[in-house]
């Protein structure tokens, strides 16, 4: 019985601290519930804007007339962190198809990682995903090569030229940093010549 009651003693201690910390997880659920409507369709941007906006105001001028410290800081911190993401925050409600969290994308990219392992061999895929890019995501490893060239059948040469073009510029692109991180002397160097050609040879 001492034993209880002395563990009931230790736990009476935190009671307030655990009564705060359900108090502000309650404000997220809230605001969870305002950016996962259950109403269908779902309401548009605007609409769920307007809602958080409201809810978050409501918040801060509540608390705002406590004394209770620790609450208006985590408030104002959830208000900060919202507001600094709100410019792409509600994007996703009129954009068919576009999901509301990036946890389907960083699922598809431990995918993509996956398949590069088994493919290359190596624990690293860094590499291929900064060259290649979203390019990699047009690459089903379970499909063979008959399955492949009639897949491109569908494409037209007129997309196949632009995306191709797509592709060498971000090649380019990753190139040129490659070679400015492990060879940035002799790129500096290039990069002086061809601005004294410039300049000694100006275009008219």
Known sequence: MQRLLALVDRRLAFTEEVERIQRQ??????????????????????????????????????????????????????????????WGLFVCYDVDGLPRTNNDLERFMRFLKSGQRRISGRHNVHDPMIRYGAFLAFLDQQENEAQLLERLLDVSQHDFLNARQTLDSTLLLEQKRHRFVYHRQDYLADLEDRWAQAVANPTS
């Open 25 to 86: 997880r309650q404000w997220l659920i809230d605001l969870e519930r305002l950016l996962n409507p259950e109403q269908q369709p779902p309401p548009t941007s605007v609409v769920i804007a307007q809602a958080v906006d409201a809810y978050l105001l409501r918040l801060k001028e509540r608390l705002s007339q406590t004394t209770e410290q620790a609450d208006q800081v985590v408030a104002a911190h959830i208000d900060r962190t919202f507001r600094s993401f709100w």
